[in-house]
């Protein structure tokens, strides 16, 4: 079945720490997305990828990297300039049509 | 700028059914969805509608958009326990050369017996 696979599920990070979360997907889709969730709040966008080796900041981009090597991979690294990185992050892909948002099943990371 | 606003939280009787309003600020949205989110999971795409059209129903869910008002509503009809999860409302505009996707907070649902 096709899918976005989010690892790894749960993830600790000391301070000062770089840490890296996969998504990957087999669904063939150009664009991908990560997004930031805190509690009672919506989900906010870090950063997307429209096409491989090519990405944009979101909104909220600060304090993390990203890279598009291949269609089907998009890692997030939070570095240590995030300084509120306990969260959880999902990941997204779209195809050419518009209700082609899938997303992933999200990566909670918490700062020890 | 852009912004979709939702109430947090609701609670109905199983077997009633829930409305989640939810409004939006752009005017040159394209597609309107509906999420759902059960605990510690991703969100899971419930249903859509174009921002042509005024109604969309997919079995036991009613979208109805009111373009005018630039509100949006989710009705589940026959609520049941299954149900409960948290509903995101989120709507998708041209911006700088692609689509983007502006989500609202979140409903909590709540269904008790």
């Known amino acids: 079945d096709g899918g976005i696979t989010q690892s790894p599920k749960y993830l600790f990070r000391k301070e000062g720490q770089n840490v890296t979360l996969s998504c990957e997907q087999n669904?063939?889709?150009?664009?991908m997305y990560w997004y930031r969730q805190d509690p009672g709040q919506g989900l906010r966008l870090i950063y997307y990828s429209q096409i491989v080796n090519d990405f944009q900041k979101g909104d909220i981009a600060e304090g993390y990297s990203v890279s598009r090597e291949k269609k089907e991979s998009f890692p997030l690294t939070v570095t240590s300039a995030q300084k509120n990185p306990t969260a959880f992050y999902l990941c997204?892909?779209?195809?050419?049509?518009?209700?082609?948002?899938?997303f992933g099943s999200g990566t909670r990371l918490t700062v020890v | 700028g852009e912004d979709v606003e939702q109430s947090l939280f609701l609670s109905v009787r199983e077997g009633d059914s829930s409305v989640i309003n939810c409004t939006y600020t752009?005017?040159?949205?394209?597609?309107l969805y509906w999420y759902k989110q059960e605990p510690g999971a991703g969100l899971q795409l419930l249903t859509y509608i174009f921002s042509n059209m005024d109604m969309k129903q997919d079995q036991r869910l009613t979208v109805l958009l009111n373009k005018k008002d630039k509100h949006l509503s989710l009705r589940i009809a026959d609520t049941q326990t299954g149900d409960s999860a948290i509903y995101f409302c989120a709507e998708t505009f041209p911006s700088g050369g692609y689509n983007k996707l502006i989500f609202g907070a979140g409903t909590r649902l709540a269904v008790h017996p």
């Open positions: 752009d005017s040159s949205s394209t597609y």
């Open positions: 997204a892909s779209r195809g050419t049509d518009n209700y082609g948002y899938t």
């Open positions: 669904l063939n889709h150009d664009a």
